[in-house]
């Protein structure tokens, strides 16, 4: 049995697993991600695979970072999370772990997961949607991971949906992830309950009475209370996820949206608006097929998942 | 030698040409597009080619059509400005040619024409914008072209640039060819002569001296003599298209885009604005490799021999 290790390099943990051919983790490890210092999370990547590999005989790691990763899959160009600007992440691994190393985006990696184990099996042309602290994208065509053409493609979070909009962090205004994300929903629901403390009672009570206090889970929990401020917030949230669905339809066209991330866990209270404006919004609506839209199935595991399982395609 | 045909099929004309492996036309006609009525464009369609095959053994002829157009290459989903809606093209030409028929959409055409024979030649991974009366878009990813997982992909006019825009005839608002396009220079520039008439001198006196007079042509011909009213549009459309641009590169990362349509005969006058605003709305500049910005070389025969090409390699 083939086995690989998948490595999910995020803002704050690294977290690996040695995953079979079928999806399946066989074991799990965690490091909270070093601040701002390559070759700490690089120790961090060693760390946590020299750890699996006592356990299992893995022939290769596949590593899914945040950032724009090159079409080489080799290095990062730019993580900004991390702090990362041209690591030669793939060299420096696979000189200090001796196995063949692959690096990818790691949006694109759970996309992979989820399209080979997860709510794509079945399709061969989707596009994953990672909606969390901000948006993450991959894309799979003709059962292929859609890498452009230098390795950047599929930043779906950073199309612009306002006209000098919100600040990003990307250096930009008005991205999709400024309205989009699971940020988004919470710094909408606090400005609303700020506005209207009475109407959001239920929603304040979750928390320390605050409009600062009010969380996701707040708001997830509230909605589903029927708190009139928290169902609003995703109503809006689903309006902006919509519209950036249309707009990918009509660029991208896939058979089938999966979306994942944090946001996902709201299950309807999202999924619904997010659907309904997206219908409402695609251009030429009622003249095309229209793709579905599906929640993803592998969580949090989608990267890990799907980077050890690109490493065993290398 | 292997000859085809390749016919595009657009609003007001049906042009068809015999084309060679080079991408050479060796013979070439065309009719008015017959007004919404499917039946009679298969009949323009067919006459043209029987006109053409009258001189040339051709071996196969491929049609672009201005519409959606179903991944089998077959079926014309919907043609908003021939009023074409679910027409089985393929099957109907075949049958009255008794030769093997490529359905294609224009613009994926062109985008293939560009690529094969045109300002693509050296690339693997682009996308071309074709900026006319609206906007189309056609994709090459690894040297193939994308047609999405129903074959409706890079209808990239559609794109929503602004919240409840300017309405667009796909059934949408703030569409990007609402902002982009030839039909939006010529809004944008009476709009501006209108409210100043002194400053746009130069631009009313090309034509009958009223705003409502001004069409494309007059507005490069007096940005080119300095007038500031037509200077100011093209600033303006190259803002939108740099824009627009840079939402493509966060989506689909190509190597290169290449520009064509009727504004693209305005040259320098459009493009430097529309590379300008490019470069600086690019999601993560300065931290990525960049898309190059050139122009078409094809012209309006882009789709037909695209369209030639497309049925060659059926």
């Avoid at 977290?15 to 961090?44: F, M, W």
Wanted: glycine share 16%; with cysteine; net charge negative.
């Amino acid at each position: 049995m083939s086995l690989t290790i998948g490595v999910d390099v995020g803002g704050t943990k690294v977290a690996a697993g040695v995953v079979d051919e079928s999806g399946q983790i066989l074991a799990h490890t965690r490091l909270d991600t070093p601040p701002h210092n390559p070759s700490a999370v690089e120790d961090a990547i060693v760390k946590v695979v020299a750890e699996l590999r006592g356990e299992h005989a893995v022939e290769a790691v596949g590593v899914g970072v945040a950032g724009f990763v090159d079409r080489g899959r080799a290095k990062v160009y730019f993580a900004p999370n991390l702090r990362w600007e041209g690591v030669s992440l793939q060299d420096v691994l696979h000189g200090r772990l001796e196995l063949p190393v692959v690096v990818e985006n790691d949006a694109n990696a759970a996309a992979w997961g989820e399209f080979r184990f997860g709510a794509g099996r079945e399709e061969t042309f989707l596009v994953c949607v990672t909606v969390g602290t901000g948006i993450g994208g991959g894309v799979i065509a003709d059962g292929e991971l859609f890498r452009g053409g230098y390795g950047v493609a599929a930043e779906i979070g950073h199309i612009q949906m306002v006209e000098e909009g919100r600040p990003c962090p990307c250096g930009q205004r008005g991205c999709w992830e400024q309205y989009g994300s699971g940020n988004a929903l919470v710094r909408d629901a606090r400005e609303r309950a700020a506005q209207s403390l009475e109407q959001a009672e239920t929603l304040l009570k979750l928390g320390d009475g605050t409009p600062e206090g009010i969380t996701g889970q707040h708001i997830t929990e509230a909605a589903r209370l029927g708190d009139p401020v928290a169902v609003a917030a995703f109503e809006t949230l689903g309006g902006w996820l919509g519209q950036g669905l249309a707009d990918l339809a009509a660029v991208l066209d896939p058979e089938t949206f999966i979306v994942g991330g944090g946001v996902s866990e709201a299950g309807d209270l999202f999924l619904r608006p997010t659907v309904d404006a997206f219908e409402q919004r695609l251009t030429g609506r009622g003249h095309r097929p229209i793709a579905t839209v599906e929640m993803a199935r592998l969580g949090n595991d989608a990267g890990l998942i799907g980077a050890a399982d690109l490493a065993r395609r290398r």
